[in-house]
């Protein structure tokens, strides 16, 4: 069973500040990897999409890198801005048939002007 | 391009009543997702459609919910009877197919159960 861990579940940071987000997978089995953003209330926004056969991808101040082998994936967010501050979550898609995916509890980012 | 729409944002029901949401995802996607998510978890998926197939149901409460994708378009979670613990936001989500693409979400359903 995938299990998808993120750490730290809260962050702090100032204006301003480079930041990184991390999540784990226990099954190294995965199609893609998708990070998501979610307001208080809202729906979650795609962020980034990296496929297994890729190593990073970027879209403006936000680069994500994904480690097949290690299980992990990170998301750095340059020069942070307090319109950043969300819920940040990273979905893992098996790479079988059904191709579910598995989502992480989120890391709740706050950036304070 | 209309995003995923879903009906009704909110609702509260007493436990044991029956309750339906609604989704349209968005046009052309064969996809349809539906997620359960409780407060401070991440989304949890319930029932995954490959046009109106059912393509992974394994972790929806067979007893108590059902869902359906008629012709292949809009799609209906239903829970009959709720329980106190079903309280959490219903999120629809939808791809142009599987695996290989984004997700797109709707703004999710907020349901609570008294």
């Known amino acids: 069973k995938q299990e998808v861990t993120q750490i730290p579940a809260a962050l702090s940071v100032p204006e301003g500040e480079n930041l990184v987000l991390n999540c784990s997978f226990t099954d190294s089995a995965i199609y893609n990897l998708q990070w998501f953003r979610q307001d208080p209330g809202k729906g979650l926004t795609s962020l980034l999409l990296?496929?297994?056969?890729?190593r990073e991808q970027t879209s403006g101040r936000l680069n994500a890198s994904l480690d097949k082998s290690s299980g992990r994936s990170t998301l750095y967010i340059a020069a942070s801005q307090p319109g950043d501050s969300a819920t940040y979550l990273c979905a893992v898609t098996l790479g079988n048939r059904a191709g579910k995916s598995t989502f992480g509890d989120g890391t709740t980012l706050t950036v304070k002007p | 391009e209309a995003g995923v729409a879903q009906s009704p944002r909110y609702k509260i029901i007493e436990k044991r009543q029956s309750v339906a949401f609604w989704c349209n995802p968005i046009s052309g996607h064969a996809t349809l997702y539906w997620y359960q998510q409780i407060l401070g978890q991440g989304p949890k998926l319930l029932i995954q459609?490959?046009?109106?197939?059912?393509?992974?149901d394994s972790q929806l409460p067979k007893d108590r919910f059902s869902a359906e994708r008629l012709k292949g378009v809009d799609s209906t979670l239903k829970i009959q009877p709720a329980k106190l613990e079903d309280s959490a936001v219903y999120l629809c989500a939808s791809s142009l197919y599987r695996q290989q693409e984004t997700q797109y979400f709707g703004p999710g359903t907020r349901l609570l159960v008294l």
């Open positions: 990296i496929q297994s056969s890729q």
């Open positions: 459609f490959q046009n109106n197939g059912v393509v992974d």
